[in-house]
T-cell receptor, first 113, second 115 residues
Framework: AQSVAQPEDQVNVAEGNPLTVKCTYS??????LFWYVQYPNRGLQFLLK??????LVKGSYGFEAEFNKSQTSFHLKKPSALVSDSALYFC???????????FGTGTRLKVLA | NAGVTQTPKFQVLKTGQSMTLQCAQD?????MYWYRQDPGMGLRLIYY???????DKGEVPNGYNVSRLNKREFSLRLESAAPSQTSVYFC??????????????FGEGSRLTVL
């Protein structure tokens, strides 16, 4: 069975500091991994994905994520946080042989001015 | 392009009432999905449709039915609403062939309250 864990309900970071939002996964076969962001009362917006190839993936708004197969992790990172990055972030996984996208419970990022 | 459109955006029901949430996409996507979002539980998959004419259960299908009316539309029906179905419902779609690696595109959500 597929699963995703986001161990932190909330992450606080000062503006200008680097941020990391953690995600670990479990899936049969090759994983397809995704990060989404949700602003209040809105749908989810796609940030980036890992399918194959380079373990460091770059996405929208300066975000990047590092795929680590041995640790089954896909942490979201940004070198310098902005107050406008404050939102709810979801990690998702899909096994290569399925149609199901399974989401984590979400991590609320709060960037303090 | 509107993307993924959900109606209604808000709905209040009494226990036992029925209703249908509508979803339509104009991106010519093959696959469509229904999720529910609850605090502390993230998004959970209710049903999905890999392609027109097919539907499959997700993680939490009990109490729901779906219809893939055509390639554009995927509706979610609550036959007898219960307070436990109070949630925000999201429809999503995905492009490409059956096992394409594309990301999901989401609608803006439908907020349902069951009293």
């Amino acid at each position: 069975a597929q699963s995703v864990a986001q161990p932190e309900d909330q992450v606080n970071v000062a503006e200008g500091n680097p941020l990391t939002v953690k995600c670990t996964y479990s899936v049969s076969g090759n994983p397809y991994l995704f990060w989404y962001v949700q602003y209040p009362n809105r749908g989810l917006q796609f940030l980036l994905k890992y399918i194959t190839g380079d373990n460091l993936v770059k996405g929208s708004y300066g975000f990047e994520a590092e795929f680590n197969k041995s640790q089954t992790s896909f942490h979201l990172k940004k070198p310098s946080a902005l107050v406008s990055d404050s939102a709810l972030y979801f990690c998702a996984v899909r096994g290569s042989g399925t149609y199901k996208y399974i989401f984590g419970t979400g991590t609320r990022l709060k960037v303090l001015a | 392009n509107a993307g993924v459109t959900q109606t209604p955006k808000f709905q209040v029901l009494k226990t036992g009432q029925s209703m249908t949430l509508q979803c339509a996409q104009d991106m010519n996507h093959n696959s469509m999905y229904w999720y529910r979002q609850d605090p502390g539980m993230g998004l959970r998959l209710i049903y999905y449709s890999a392609s027109e004419g097919t539907t499959d259960k997700g993680e939490v299908p009990n109490g729901y039915n779906v219809s893939r009316l055509n390639k554009r539309e995927f509706s979610l029906r609550l036959e007898s609403a219960a307070p436990s179905q109070t949630s925000v419902y999201f429809c999503a779609s995905r492009s490409g062939q059956v096992l394409n690696t594309g990301e999901l595109f989401f609608g803006e959500g439908s907020r349902l309250t069951v009293l």
